[in-house]
C-alpha cells in the first residue's frame, strides 16, 4: 500500500460516515412523525456500509422492519377511532444519538489517518531538499 491509497481509502471513509451522519439526522428529524390516514409514519433507515482494497462504500440504506410505537391518545386526531392509539415512528432517539456519536468518532478517525498520510507525504517530499 503506497500513501496516495492510504489517503483515497480515508475519504472513502470520511464520505460514508457523513452519508451515515446524514441518515441518522434524517431519522432523528422524523422521530415523532405519526400514521396518518392510509400512510404509515417514517420508518427508521440504516446505512450498510461494505469495504474492500479501495477503501469502504455505502451498500445500501435499508430500513428498519421492527414495529412502531403506539401510543395511548384518544384525543388526537391521527389516532384510531377503534382503539385510540396513535402510531408513531419507530426511531429511537437515545439510539439515534448514539449511533451518532459512532459515527462521529469514526470519522475524526478517517481525518487523523488521512492527516497523517499527508504528514509523512509532506516530510518526504521535504527530504530531498537541502
Known amino acids: 500500500m503506497n ?24 431519522n432523528i428529524a422524523n422521530a415523532n412523525t405519526v400514521k396518518t390516514a392510509g400512510k404509515d409514519p417514517y420508518r427508521r433507515r440504516e446505512v450498510e456500509i461494505t469495504g474492500d482494497a479501495e477503501g469502504v462504500h455505502i451498500g445500501r440504506v435499508v430500513e428498519d422492519q421492527r414495529p412502531f410505537r403506539q401510543v395511548s391518545e384518544p384525543g388526537n386526531p391521527n389516532a384510531d377511532p377503534k382503539t385510540g392509539l396513535v402510531t408513531y415512528s419507530n426511531v429511537e432517539p437515545l439510539e439515534e444519538m448514539v449511533n451518532m456519536i459512532s459515527a ?12 497523517s498520510a499527508r504528514g509523512m507525504i509532506r516530510d518526504a517530499l521535504q527530504i530531498g531538499k537541502i
Do not use: P, W
Open 104 to 115: 462521529s468518532r469514526a470519522y475524526e478517525a478517517n481525518i487523523a489517518a488521512f492527516n
Open 3 to 26: 500513501l496516495n491509497t492510504a489517503l483515497r481509502i480515508s475519504a472513502s471513509g470520511l464520505a460514508a460516515e457523513r452519508f451515515r451522519l446524514d441518515v441518522i439526522s434524517a
